[in-house]
């Protein structure tokens, strides 16, 4: 599978999260990360939360329809339901197999996460596997330890890590990138909580979400 491709190539890149609710620290890095590294499109993949995790408060249905309301217009992003209708939760790297065997085996796919989740994804299901499937890109995200304080993952970093971009297109998987992506400190706990609060939701996400919340009457 790590044959090289030509530079051509695009990278089908996919972006999961519970979007509980979608907000501009998830759209505005990955749209600064399409910029840096040239993607052409970004799939977000909202989650199914297994039952013994905490539960997002907005419904399944609510969740998504934010995520379609924040992407409205914007050719850069789509929506792919496919783990939000599944009766039973699967893990990413269920998926990630999934969409491989969809895509073949040649095409450069690529999983975004935030920094903070590049500091626990030792916790993930077959975490070490993720990259037999994928490239991971890491936006930056404020407030969370630029180091690793966990050797496996560590290393794991450093045999995968590469900072050239170019090279993500030339093969398919196996690659972890650190973007240079803008910091926002911005997270759906504090939108919740500020909901909660009556304080003002601007500039924190897309004002047809922030009425949608309002419609619904979402995190009271
Ligand atoms: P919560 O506060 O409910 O835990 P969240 O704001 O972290 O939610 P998620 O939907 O859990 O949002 O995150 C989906 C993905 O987006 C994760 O990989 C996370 O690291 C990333 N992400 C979320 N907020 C930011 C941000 N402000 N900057 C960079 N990445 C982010």
Same mark, same amino acid.
């Given at each position: 599978?790590?044959?090289?491709?030509?530079?051509?190539?695009?990278?089908?890149?996919? +972006?999961?999260?519970? +979007?509980?609710?979608? #907000?501009?620290?998830?759209?505005?890095?990955? $749209?600064?990360?399409? #910029? $840096?590294?040239?993607?052409?499109?970004?799939?977000?993949?909202?989650?199914?939360?297994?039952?013994?995790?905490?539960?997002?408060?907005?419904?399944?249905?609510?969740?998504?329809?934010?995520?379609? &309301?924040?992407?409205?217009?914007?050719?850069? +992003?789509?929506?792919?339901?496919? $783990?939000?209708?599944?009766?039973?939760?699967?893990?990413?790297?269920?998926?990630?197999? $999934?969409?491989?065997?969809?895509?073949?085996?040649? &095409?450069?796919?690529? +999983?975004?996460?935030?920094?903070?989740? !590049?500091?626990?994804?030792?916790?993930? #299901?077959?975490?070490?596997?993720?990259?037999?499937?994928?490239?991971?890109?890491?936006?930056?995200?404020?407030?969370?330890?630029?180091?690793?304080?966990?050797?496996?993952?560590?290393?794991?970093?450093?045999?995968?890590?590469?900072?050239?971009?170019?090279?993500?297109?030339?093969?398919?998987?196996?690659?972890?990138?650190?973007?240079?992506?803008?910091?926002?400190?911005?997270?759906?706990?504090?939108?919740?909580?500020?909901?909660?609060?009556?304080?003002? !939701?601007?500039? &924190?996400?897309?004002?047809?979400?922030?009425?949608?919340?309002?419609?619904?009457?979402?995190?009271?």
């Amino acid at each position: 599978m790590l044959d090289r491709l030509e530079s051509s190539e695009t990278i089908h890149a996919l +972006f999961g999260g519970t +979007f509980d609710p979608i #907000h501009y620290g998830h759209l505005k890095p990955v $749209e600064a990360l399409a #910029h $840096e590294i040239g993607l052409q499109h970004i799939t977000l993949l909202p989650n199914h939360v297994p039952p013994h995790r905490p539960q997002p408060e907005a419904k399944v249905q609510q969740r998504l329809q934010m995520v379609e &309301l924040a992407i409205a217009g914007n050719p850069l +992003f789509s929506v792919d339901e496919r $783990e939000l209708h599944r009766t039973a939760p699967s893990y990413t790297i269920d998926t990630l197999e $999934e969409i491989r065997r969809e895509k073949g085996e040649n &095409l450069p796919l690529a +999983f975004i996460i935030g920094q903070d989740s !590049l500091l626990t994804l030792h916790y993930w #299901h077959r975490w070490q596997s993720l990259l037999d499937y994928c490239h991971l890109l890491v936006c930056a995200r404020p407030g969370y330890a630029d180091t690793l304080d966990t050797p496996e993952l560590e290393s794991w970093l450093a045999a995968h890590r590469t900072t050239d971009a170019n090279i993500l297109k030339q093969q398919p998987n196996g690659l972890i990138y650190l973007a240079h992506t803008p910091l926002l400190d911005i997270s759906a706990t504090d939108i919740r909580q500020r909901k909660r609060d009556g304080l003002s !939701l601007d500039d &924190l996400l897309p004002p047809t979400v922030q009425r949608y919340i309002e419609q619904q009457g979402l995190y009271r």
